[in-house]
């Protein structure tokens, strides 16, 4: 865990070297800090992992990854200046399904995951694609925010394994209502 931890942290320092102001952030850099610099992304791909830990088979596994794809399906839509309405409203909708998953521990097959998270990253994509610098390509822009998405499914996953006790399945659930309740914030702001 305490690698997982370290490792997500120095993925931010690229962009902590840019110690000179007026020079904005591009390339794989802007990608990596992109998912950490808005709440409703962090707290949806947190959850992700967190809520793909907790269930059984393939869809531990199929869940993220079919996140971190569709993303990059969403993505390409958003850079290719395709207006879609709704996107912000089904990103917070991410984070309150998502959440309410953890805290109802509510378990589904991998195909139910995998529906759910594609259906939620390609607007979470969409969105990182429509707010891609100009400075930045797709490509190294693409690889940075998918990057940061996997590492923070990772850290929701590690979270996740902490104790099997009926107190830390309290905690994981407690932390499911905030993210949710967090997510019904975001949707009215």
């Known amino acids: 865990m305490k690698k997982v931890l370290i490792s997500a942290a120095a993925l931010l320092l690229p962009a902590a070297a840019f110690a ?103 607007f979470h994509g969409f969105a990182h694609g429509a707010e891609m610098p100009a400075m930045s390509t797709l490509a190294t822009y693409g690889a940075g925010f998918l990057l940061a998405t996997a590492v923070l499914h990772a850290a929701g996953y590690a979270l996740a394994a902490f104790g099997h006790s009926k107190a830390a399945d309290i905690s994981r659930r407690v932390a499911g209502a905030a993210i949710a309740l967090t997510g019904v914030v975001l949707g009215l702001a």
């Open 20 to 122: 000179h102001t007026g020079h904005e952030v591009s390339g794989f850099a802007a990608g990596v800090a992109h998912p950490f610099t808005g709440l409703d992304h962090l707290l949806a791909m947190l959850a992700v992992g967190l809520w793909a830990a907790r269930q059984s088979g393939a869809a531990r596994w199929a869940t993220p990854l079919a996140f971190v794809a569709m993303m990059a399906v969403g993505a390409l839509a958003g850079a290719s200046s395709l207006q879609l309405p709704f996107t912000e409203l089904m990103i917070a909708a991410s984070v309150v399904v998502f959440g309410g998953l953890i805290a109802f521990n509510l378990k589904k097959g991998a195909l139910a995951g995998v529906l759910l998270a594609g259906g939620f990253a390609f």
